[in-house]
């Protein structure tokens, strides 16, 4: 039974910064895709970033380029996702994610499998 648990969130004031963590667990498969996805409030789900577990290929939402960075290590089984320069409009629930795949590289529109329960980012102003 694959598991996801985020942890690393919580309140910030803009310009700072986070790393949430994601500790996965029964995910038995050749390979995986792990993603972050967040969502406001009162807003769709959007994908954040996503890394190959069978490397370092990494995809990234055109508009957080810059600013975060997706990262695992694979003998911790945890997925990192460092957040700098942090605005407001960061502000929502951060979910880990992953979708087990024979391909080399990896989509955020992808039907991702499994979900962690996510965990909260708030940026103040």
């Known amino acids: 039974q694959v598991q996801l648990v985020e942890s690393g969130g919580g309140s910030v004031q803009a310009g700072g910064s986070l790393r949430l963590s994601c500790r996965a667990s029964?995910?038995?498969?050749?390979?995986?895709?792990l993603a972050w996805f967040r969502q406001a409030p009162g807003k769709e789900r959007e994908g954040v970033a996503t890394?190959?577990?069978?490397?370092?290929?990494?995809l990234y939402a055109d508009s957080l380029k810059g600013r975060f960075t997706i990262s695992q290590d694979n003998a911790k089984n945890t997925l990192y996702l460092q957040m700098n320069d942090l605005k407001p409009e960061d502000t929502a629930m951060y979910y880990c994610?992953?979708?087990?795949?024979?391909?080399?590289?990896?989509?955020?529109?992808?039907?991702?499998?499994?979900w962690g329960q996510g965990t909260q980012v708030t940026v103040s102003s």
């Open positions: 994610a992953a979708v087990s795949t024979y391909g080399l590289a990896c989509s955020l529109k992808y039907g991702y499998q499994y």
């Open positions: 029964g995910l038995t498969d050749i390979s995986y895709c």
């Open positions: 890394i190959h577990t069978g490397g370092t290929s990494t």
